[in-house]
């Protein structure tokens, strides 16, 4: 794997929006940036940097926790609501538990300040890389059954749009990929390597920890955590195993 951008992503010019309230750190971050043909454009404060995201759709979002009003922790849960962006989060703490907390709620990259310039650079080429990957197909495709139920959760494949209780549950495309993956296999033994291969499509760019933490969130988002927690089992060392609970899934 090479380490640069490829002609083809040079010329396309690279979107990052940089959220940090220390105008030296965001300036220096944006010169990063534009040493490797992208644009960064740079929002101190939170709000009016969920604002830019939502409005400019960046590449990739470098997020500084510590920020005024609202905080980068807020700032990610509403991003990673909705979107899949390559999240890389800057902190002062050098704690693994903030490290755990970033990475469970959707980041996918940590750096502690103060980091060097090359390492930046290098964490944000590796990101930009790993979001060039083409999810597989086949979630929602419209020869499969379109309802699928299982006690309280229900699934519309083809309108995309998955239910607990009724309640509409926003799920990013990995997520929805991911429960996808669950369902097509019930009661069988995923080990992670496939998860891997199957939802990212992707076995060595990323790591095993990227699969934890999305089923982490998977399984908060439809409610799994407290009443189902056998529904998705956690198989040590090994991987992952759904059964479905309630009724028996309509013919997938
Ligand atoms: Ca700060």
Known sequence: MTTTLSPDQASKTTRVL???????IAEAVQRIVAKQQGTG???????????????DRPDLVVLD????????WEVL??????????????????????????????????????????????RIQALLRRSQITPIAGAGAPEEA?????????????????RVDGEVVGLT??????????VRHPGQALA????????????FGIGPERVKFTVLRLRRKLGWQDEQKDTLEAIRGYGYRYTPTGSRQVAL
């Open 192 to 203: 992670t390597q496939q998860l891997l291969e199957q939802v990212w499509n992707d076995p």
């Open 173 to 182: 495309k990995l997520e929805f990929q991911l429960l996808h993956t669950f």
């Open 77 to 122: 849960e509403r991003i990673r609501d909705l979107s899949e962006v390559p999240v890389l989060i800057l902190t002062a703490h050098d704690l693994e538990q903030e490290k755990v907390r970033g990475l469970t709620a959707g980041a996918d990259d940590y750096l502690t300040k103060p980091f060097g310039v090359q390492e930046l650079g290098a």
């Open 146 to 162: 379109t309802v699928y139920q299982d006690g309280n959760l229900e699934v519309d494949w083809s309108a995309r749009e998955v």
């Open 41 to 55: 454009v740079i929002v101190g404060d939170g709000r009016n940097g969920l604002r830019s995201f939502f409005e």
């Open 18 to 24: 940089i959220i940090e309230d220390d105008p030296s």
């Open 65 to 72: 926790i510590g920020l005024p009003g609202m905080d980068g």
